[in-house]
């Protein structure tokens, strides 16, 4: 088979068995079931190679927040690539786009953030992230001060330093992560943990389990605190609305950095450019990826705050970085992403129009049999599966339903994760009344689905 002649979904599927190693898959089963093959996209809808449409109700994976096909990105790559493909930014050089880049990410963050480390993704972003927090208490004369407090759930990449800030249990589970040095406490998820206390109660239990933490360790061995602003792949965690208030209250009181991941949040997906501006938070680092280029080229980066760049500057060479750090092509894309995002309004619709429209539209979903609770912030959104709205109780072993639910899902032209029973949305910013109207008929109907098919 050349590259020219257009290979059928199976040729395509025997090469991918025989070759391919998948991110996060259990290769017999993929084996056995044949790999989609998503061959093109425009807007928000995927084309699989038998020519199924698809509504993408992840945006990718939390990241296509302009859409697909914007040719705007494609002839900036293509400009970019004819008059430098490539150059460092080691031994004292950089590149027009990724300087341009970082005053635009300056401009858009937090006041006292006004500096850019730039990265090939985001779970190289928190590795960043370990290395400059404790690089920042050495130069403080804190040497001490290493350890970093994460939370159960939380998601922060799959490299050693990102799986262990993360709280997955089953990736610490293969290969004894994680590292020394990283520590975790609950996270706030009042619906599946919150038992008898109200949202409120548990919100506020949920924070102080990090004075406790504090406590417990001693505020001189602690480098920093790492939260998403909503918790993404651990499944739409939104933490009560007493919850991050609380967080602030501890850490006004204590001497350590705060680092927002804000990988999934950040680039409009709260409806503010940041999660970091919806929570009103002073971060010292924010991770980011994904919306940085709207997926069209992989890119993270850390912004890092003025207390956090002075001390670095005080400690002279930093030796940290990748052989990517400001690609001028990635760039290039990133600064065509931010003009479209901040020219067509697209955040400004995203809170305004499209977050309120969906919110409203996936919330009639809760009366339904299958569902016990619908949340929402911005445009991400889940809705839980259970077998008894009242006692919250799953069916059958976790993830029953929603497995069942997301393959009924994509059989039915719709793109919606699982966590365990809990599916999960987050489509791209710029999707329409019209298309949030299908979306939710498609989850109405594929719900319908699931429950017929639990009942039997
Ligand atoms: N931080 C957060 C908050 C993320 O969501 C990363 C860091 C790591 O980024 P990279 O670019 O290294 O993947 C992420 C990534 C899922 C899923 O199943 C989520 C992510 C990645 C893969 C799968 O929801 N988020």
Same mark, same amino acid.
Not at 166 to 185: E, K, R
């Given at each position: 088979?050349?590259?020219q ?9 025997a090469?991918?068995?025989a !070759?391919?190693?998948?991110?996060f898959?259990? !290769? ?6 044949g ?34 096909g914007?040719i705007?990105?494609?002839?900036a ?8 493909p490539?150059y460092?930014?080691?031994?004292q ?8 880049l ?23 972003a ?7 927090v ?15 407090i ?6 922060h990449?799959?490299?050693?330093a ?28 009042w ?18 389990q990090?004075?406790?933490?504090? !406590? ?7 480098a ?11 499944g739409?965690i ?6 991050w ?11 350590i ?24 938070l002073?971060?010292?680092?924010m991770?980011?990826?994904?919306g ?8 993270g980066?850390v ?6 760049v ?8 930093f030796? !940290? ?12 894309v ?16 995203a809170?305004?129009e ?21 949340r929402?912030?911005g ?7 259970v077998?008894?709205?009242?006692t919250?109780?799953r069916?059958?072993?976790k993830?029953?339903a ?14 919606m994760?699982?966590v365990g ?11 329409s009344?019209e298309?949030?109207?299908e ?14 098919k639990?009942r039997?």
């Amino acid at each position: 088979m050349t590259s020219q002649t257009k290979a059928t979904t199976a040729e395509l599927q025997a090469l991918d068995a025989a !070759h391919y190693l998948h991110p996060f898959t259990d !290769h017999r089963q993929l084996g056995a079931r044949g790999t989609r093959v998503i061959e093109r996209a425009d807007g928000v809808y995927l084309w699989d190679s038998d020519g199924n449409r698809i509504l993408d109700g992840m945006a990718g994976l939390w990241c296509v927040n302009i859409g697909y096909g914007r040719i705007e990105l494609a002839d900036a790559a293509y400009r970019q690539m004819r008059e430098l493909p490539y150059y460092n930014s080691f031994f004292q050089c950089a590149n027009p786009p990724a300087i341009r880049l970082a005053a635009a990410i300056a401009e858009l963050a937090p006041e006292h953030m006004n500096h850019v480390f730039f990265t090939g993704s985001g779970s190289e972003a928190n590795d960043t992230v370990l290395r400059m927090v404790r690089r920042y208490w050495d130069i403080k004369g804190k040497p001490g001060k290493k350890t970093i407090i994460s939370r159960i759930n939380g998601y922060h990449g799959s490299t050693v330093a990102g799986a262990s800030l993360g709280g997955m249990a089953p990736m610490h589970a293969q290969g004894d992560l994680p590292i020394p040095g990283i520590v975790h406490i609950p996270q706030p998820y009042w619906y599946g943990e919150g038992g008898d206390m109200s949202e409120e109660e548990f919100g506020l239990w949920a924070a102080r389990q990090l004075e406790a933490k504090i !406590h417990e360790l001693g505020e001189d061995k602690i480098a920093a605190f790492i939260a998403e602003p909503i918790q993404g792949a651990g499944g739409v965690i939104i933490p009560p609305a007493s919850y991050w208030p609380e967080i602030k209250r501890i850490l006004a009181q204590h001497d350590i950095l705060l680092v927002v991941d804000e990988v999934i949040c950040g680039f409009g997906r709260t409806g503010e450019w940041f999660g970091s501006q919806y929570y009103d938070l002073q971060p010292d680092l924010m991770p980011i990826a994904k919306g940085m280029t709207s997926g069209y080229l992989p890119m993270g980066g850390v912004i890092v705050g003025d207390r956090v760049v002075e001390a670095l500057s005080e400690g002279g060479e930093f030796f !940290h970085g990748y052989t990517y750090s400001g690609h001028p092509v990635a760039a290039a894309v990133a600064l065509e992403n931010l003009r479209i995002l901040r020219e067509e309004g697209i955040v400004d619709y995203a809170r305004n129009e499209a977050a309120p429209y969906l919110q409203g539209r996936i919330a009639e979903l809760a009366d339904h049999p299958l569902v016990g609770e619908v949340r929402g912030v911005g445009m991400l959104g889940a809705i839980e599966l259970v077998k008894d709205k009242a006692t919250r109780e799953r069916f059958g072993e976790k993830g029953t339903a929603g497995g069942l639910c997301r393959d009924i899902c994509v059989a039915n032209g719709l793109v919606m994760r699982a966590v365990g029973d809990t599916m999960i949305m987050s489509p791209p910013l710029v999707i329409s009344r019209e298309q949030i109207d299908e979306l939710v008929g498609l989850i109405r109907h594929c719900l319908d689905l699931t429950l017929e098919k639990l009942r039997v």
